[in-house]
């Protein structure tokens, strides 16, 4: 991964050092093995540990070997063998393939980046649980498909994030738990030379069990579904990115990314700040999805292994666990700093006109009425249309296309000049009773005369309109809310 | 495809019934072809020419046949002999192995199926051009990283979706034309018993030239840009709908997808206006890179030909196809009957507070101030974060976090009572040298003291007062998008 | 799905009949709920009941519907209200949003194709297994990177696939685990209408627990995985077609997929064979990783919804589901009618002259002679390399390099006159003690001179000769194999 | 990428060194455009020019000034400015935004990188094509379905690569064609504040047209067509790589990479000369595949331009060059030492008993009988069944199931012990007139002793015999390669 994406932690799990200080603690064990198993004496073994934690292995050395015999794990054998005295030779290595000593370390490097990611989430989900609590009556409008739907509070979308996360990270969990075996079963797995015993004692030292029906290596099926679960991960925090910059977009931003007092937003226009941290997430899980593409090839090899298979792993892992720490890194950094402006948030509701309790009180009407659904459902839309109607001199601007950029400026003056719109909510508006035509609608003048009817005839009720009044408080509204609260944070 | 998404032209050019009269046009050419080398006495071909036409291919035997030998080629050969007198067999498929019959067929329909396309996208094409020519005056502001940029019109962006369009277009065109080759080399591609005349012959009649190193297929290198080509057209068809779906956003809807009188928006709020048609285009988009994918891998076979690749293009090609028509074809529909709000766009650009002209300001200040770039740049910067600085009635609201929903309702109702913001442009705030502390930026009361000073002296002249309000007019700003419309559209 | 590879019961589960008639079980359920809080008078639940299962579901209505209102399961249920007087209106749907309805029967869809699966792929197992058990002592070459590796019984093979298959499908049953919440929440998922207390009943009928945290929809991060484990278990099923066409190259097949009495190879070459359906297998991979490919990205989607994802499903879900049914159908075929020819797996471990031992010969030299280890492995590489070498008359025939064909003819000719090549296995050449140079390997001649010297001392021991014949017997080799019996079939 | 495949001069072009003097180039350029049109004194431009290049850009004073405002360009621009006076600095940069300054650097990168692929591309063009011309003569049994088909040269597939790989690289020189556009056009591309012209003489400096249609940046679609056909290009290398894995398999190998003299194939047995290198070109496909998949993606982005493709491009565009590098230096390397064994194509192709020339002995018995096509077909078919028939100590040991490895051996043994199987051909076998019933085919013993007859009566003929030894010979059944040599090699 380039400098600029690293995380220094994952580099160092992935780095020669740390890969070969592990195949070391492998061979070491096999040998333990042998001991424990009462075939190898004792002394044996401490003196080779002795002799190798004494010599630190030597990468150039073991990296120009490797150039000549085209073989890494043979060039590591041939390092280690160097500072052995001739008769310890035969305990090392003693009946195993190349891939008995690589797969376990390879396993437990995995299991090391995994931690760190499970570190940055932990780290995450707080953050997010954290806005949850204090936003907890800060309303907003929810939306789907991009339009004003219903009311919640910000908090409450913090808490869809936070599952969303969580599902994704309990995925990642059920495919670690999975790393639970490994091998050591020889050439092509079928334990020609070497004692299923061995094998069960030396992985016992890394906590892990045989699999059998292992060929020379384990079935990459195993691994596929950790990058799998990786790039999920990623895609979600992608997600709720995009969902920060839907909030920040301008004109009437509800939320934005942390803006350095230095920063510079572009080079061209001094005014701007762009969301480029969110941005960068969508990118991280475009990243994250090819590198997953490239494992999950990795489950298909030729009878009992070919070497496909390497150099892919060699690349994508490190690479997918830089790109998902650095997607959690981001987001996380941003929901820390994030800036709420629960004010414009009022602004957008007090804008949407009380649409956002049209699914209630359609309802409300539907068993109040005496009319069908359809009725009620087009009383609803109509009213919805209505109040959304510009007003005349609107129309005009609308409707007059210019012809040149003076004609534009000039029209933007009109604009300028012409006063606020007049916002109605469908509270006041419905209990009114004055449905009119809507040309987008195929609703006739008769129906709407007989739907202003039915309302007027309902709201002449003191009680109803009480009741009426109540559906667009979000107390009303959001009285569930705490269900969640209740059942994601137990508060 | 499912019938939901189908295209009935392209069904027809996928079907059986299709491809098989297409075999029987490639067997018929492989005759004539012999005729014409004077092998074969014109009368055999006219012979069975007749007999096969007066008695079209019957499917449902074909594909029982087929069942039966697990050959599909043969069936249908098999089928077609049905027909001939003994000594007829011999001249039909003579020399040739199954995929000289397919492999031109199937180019053949490649083509017919991109025909469609074509059609498709000139009508795309020709909407989405006459939008660029009606609203070349319409102002908006231009949006990089979702945040209000510079000015421009609405018809400069429909340019930019139609270059979008037409260079994808113009990829696919090139894939197309190096569909020029098949191959009639027999069982391997090393014209064991076929005549290399033969193929050269029979070739010619589709148009087509001998490919010279195929094997018993022709390369899949071949047909993959094609998938490719497409599935960036409709990625890119996605990137128009998105910018559609992002202008629909409410609150200041900019234009929206046509919505039918008798639409319902939403099961449960009748007041849902959903750009449906637009998020479609985005599932399209990740159908056709998912079938992309399918055909990339076809690249690669064994030695001379094995048939993995057969059953993937028997489902992806069809389906990419249908999913391309589909896009084109939801994306035409929604431009053409696309309801635009220039009045939205005017009141957009109001609200932007003259940043649309940040850029040629901090130009207009750099040439004449006798200020560093950096300090240029932080003039405007500061500028604008002073103009977008809240009311204080409004900070009080935004910084004060509710405890309860009650407490919610409160503050909406405080919010509905405060006055509108005043809203004031840069055109205005710059020159009355009034830059003020903002906590956001690292700009010291000194520096800000420097920057006023220095603005304040130079907005003394008249002409600079009336070249600086230039700056923010649309025909200043926008002169340059006639170069776009002259070296587009040619007007 | 193309018809041919269509697997009925999937197509039943993905009908449009299957699917409204379980979002009537739904919507019927979400009455039953509200009767069982004491909400709704048992009779008209009972009353809707039996009209709605007298008058099944009009799908030619439904679909007209929907074409005119573009909501598809708003015209389902303006298809159901057409047969109930309007008193009973009210109580259907109430405060529920349309996917309310659809994600209960998309999860139990999703199950009911996952059984299919599972039941395919019970069979394979099933097949697999008494495979292994038939050819637990028929001996084969192990081949790592396509060349001889160890010696393996083909049993022991068939339990690796067997074991590969199964952590696949253990993979498919943990990510199916996880279907088993779902939602009923209302518009944005907030509860703005519908009390918990109804979803959690209505839930329980269909065995499901409410997922707090969902939008309006549940997160797509739960489906995804099952795409992917799916996907995992067709490349699964490829890597085991991929190793029996590989096993049926000619030249000495050891196995051949079953060929049927009328089947025809290839309509050119009569002789052919050709394993198309395990080649089938790697095109039904190609496919579902395009179809995973597909549904990873709907984990995405804006705030509380947007319906990108819906078109994907639609396509994706029923398509890859047919192509592991497909895929799983096909190998199970192959399998069960799987020709194998033991007496050419004998040939080859014949041929391969003994290195199928020569991991266990290092060790046994490693501990019987004096030298390093890379002494002892360079003796088994040399003698590997020189029971391979070619005879003279054969090197002659390999080095001239003809000029025509009728060379070429010449060079066949004399090769077939030529005799058949001498066997010398290791297990008599090594005791021999007769290695010689050989120009592919940088080991000098004085070296040679001294291995044959420790060689020659070595095996004067009778005992040692005795050993050393052991190392090469399948007793010998294949003790171990036991293990992998015990612990995978348990016998 | 990580240094085991870093290819160095693909390295250097991605270095931030030589992105960095690129934009300095860019920078100057626009300068120099702007003298160009007498807005800029010359010695303003030299003035700049050697200032800069007299003092290097400081790459960590860079990356220092980028940590603090978030933003690689300006900081570069920063470093720049500190070394010239301030009066210089309204020069630089004049109304560009910061892709105006990346954007053809970029370009030029994509450029150099390609160079080294067409470089690496051309080497091994011509290894494959001496591979061609020295074994024009060499020849084999080409394999469909991996079963032996027709004879072919073993040049003759050296040309079939070749034209796999010339067309990829077509289709690679067809996606750069189009990298002829670039873009100065201001922050969201409509020209803003600069003017076209500079635009055009800047980007005619490299070579570059403008791109009317850009925004902030040039549409991604330029550039996922490059991806695309790398990718490609790498996926046939993979093929190429592949079909020499399968000829290099055990037991008779026709073809082997190189084996360094002092390589070790395998730490566990030493005989093992494993094809690491051509496996390896499968996992850079994988690689290749997964990074073109990201760079499709970035097609797609909001309005005006948002960032997320750059943290894509940043990453997988040098490491798809360096996948792309490393696969054509691996199989040129590999084809360029390749060892062919001649002698074990002629034995494969002596063991294949003539059936290479089924194909022409069925259209030559197809005229010569008084049979329909069905029948002729089916005496070629039952006639190859025939010769393939296992004498019978054979087929005892192969329905023998052995039930202990005792018994595995004992048939071991006895397969050593039995006589070597007679090679019987068709060019024999079929003019004998011995077909003989095989329980494989539904062929009756009356058919067959109709075939029989129909053989015998028509071998009686000598100049028939005659001209049926020649079916089988080279010179016949390769005759028409020799249009290959000349279509492709000229030859």
Redesign the interface.
């Known amino acids: 991964?380039?400098e600029?994406?690293e995380n220094p932690k994952i580099s160092h799990i992935f780095s020669e050092e740390n890969k070969t200080n592990l195949w070391q603690d492998l061979e070491l064990a096999a040998i333990k093995a042998l001991v424990q198993l009462e075939r190898v004496d004792p002394r044996i073994y401490y003196e080779i540990q002795e002799i190798w934690l004494s010599h630190p292995i030597d990468i150039p050395w073991w990296k120009e070997r490797d150039e000549?015999?085209?073989?890494d794990?043979?060039a590591f054998?041939?390092e280690r063998?160097r500072w052995l005295p001739?008769e310890l030779?035969?305990f090392?290595?003693?009946?195993?393939?190349?891939f008995d000593?690589e797969e376990t370390p390879f396993i437990i490097m995995l299991k090391q980046a995994l931690q760190i990611i499970q570190d940055l989430s932990i780290e995450l989900d707080r953050t997010i649980k954290a806005l949850a609590i204090?936003?907890r009556?800060?309303?907003m409008?929810?939306?789907?498909?991009?339009?004003?739907?219903?009311?919640?509070?910000f908090g409450?979308?913090c808490?869809?994030w936070?599952?969303?996360v969580n599902?994704?990270l309990?995925?990642l969990s059920?495919a670690e738990a999975?790393l639970k075996y490994s091998k050591l079963s020889?050439?092509?797995?079928?334990?020609?030379?070497?004692?299923?015993e061995v094998e069960k004692i030396t992985l016992e030292y890394f906590d892990l069990l045989p699999?059998?029906?292992?060929?020379?290596i384990m079935?990459r099926?195993?691994y596929?579904?950790i990058a799998?679960?990786l790039?999920?991960l990623v895609?979600?925090i992608?997600?709720v990115s995009?969902?920060i910059?839907?909030a920040?977009?301008?004109?009437?931003p509800l939320m934005q990314e942390p803006?350095?007092?230095?920063?510079?937003?572009?080079?061209?226009?001094?005014?701007?700040?762009?969301?480029?941290r969110t941005?960068?997430d969508?990118?991280?899980?475009?990243?994250a999805?090819?590198?997953?593409?490239?494992t999950?090839?990795?489950?298909?090899?030729?009878?009992?292994?070919?070497?496909?298979?390497?150099?892919?792993e060699?690349?994508?892992w490190?690479?997918l666990f830089h790109t998902t720490a650095r997607a959690l890194t981001v987001l996380n950094m941003v929901l820390k700093g994030l800036r709420v402006?629960?004010?414009n948030m009022?602004?957008?509701?007090?804008?949407?006109r009380g649409?956002y309790a049209?699914?209630?009180i359609?309802?409300f009407l539907?068993?109040r009425l005496k009319l069908?659904?359809?009725d009620v459902?087009?009383i609803?839309?109509l009213a919805?249309?209505n109040v959304f109607e510009?007003e005349p001199g609107?129309?005009t601007?609308?409707e007059?296309?210019?012809?040149?950029?003076?004609?534009?400026?000039t029209?933007?003056n009109r604009?300028?000049a012409s006063p606020?719109t007049k916002i109605v909510s469908l509270a006041d508006f419905i209990p009114a009773a004055q449905l009119r035509f809507n040309d987008?609608?195929?609703i006739t003048p008769e129906q709407i005369e007989k739907y202003n009817k039915y309302l007027k005839k309902l709201f002449q009720s003191e009680s109803i309109k009480q009741s009426w009044a109540e559906l667009f408080?979000?107390?009303f509204?959001?009285?569930?809310?705490k269900?969640?609260y209740q059942?994601?944070l137990g508060v």
């Open positions: 991964m380039i600029r994406y000549e015999i085209h073989h794990l043979n054998l041939d063998y001739i030779h035969q090392v290595h003693q009946d195993l393939t190349s000593t204090k936003y009556y800060t309303i409008n929810g939306r789907t498909h991009g339009q004003e739907a219903e009311l919640q509070s409450a979308r808490l869809a936070c599952q969303d599902v994704a309990n995925f059920q999975n020889g050439a092509i797995g079928k334990y020609g030379s070497i004692d299923p699999f059998y029906g292992a060929t020379q079935p099926i195993f596929a579904p799998q679960a790039s999920n895609t979600v992608d997600k995009t969902d910059r839907l920040a977009r301008s004109g009437l803006f350095k007092k230095k920063q510079k937003g572009s080079s061209a226009m001094p005014h701007k700040k762009n969301p480029i941005e960068q969508e990118g991280m899980a475009r990243l999805r090819g590198y997953m593409s490239m999950n090839e990795n489950i298909k090899t030729w009878e009992e292994r070919a070497i496909e298979q390497s150099c892919v060699r690349v994508a490190p690479d402006y629960p004010d009022l602004e957008e509701v007090h804008r949407s649409v049209s699914s209630e359609k309802e539907k068993k069908d659904n359809e459902y087009r609803v839309q919805a249309f510009p609107r129309i601007i609308r007059q296309i210019p012809n040149s950029f003076e004609e534009s400026l029209l933007l604009f300028k606020a987008e609608l195929d408080t979000p107390a509204l959001l009285k569930n809310e269900i969640l059942n994601i």
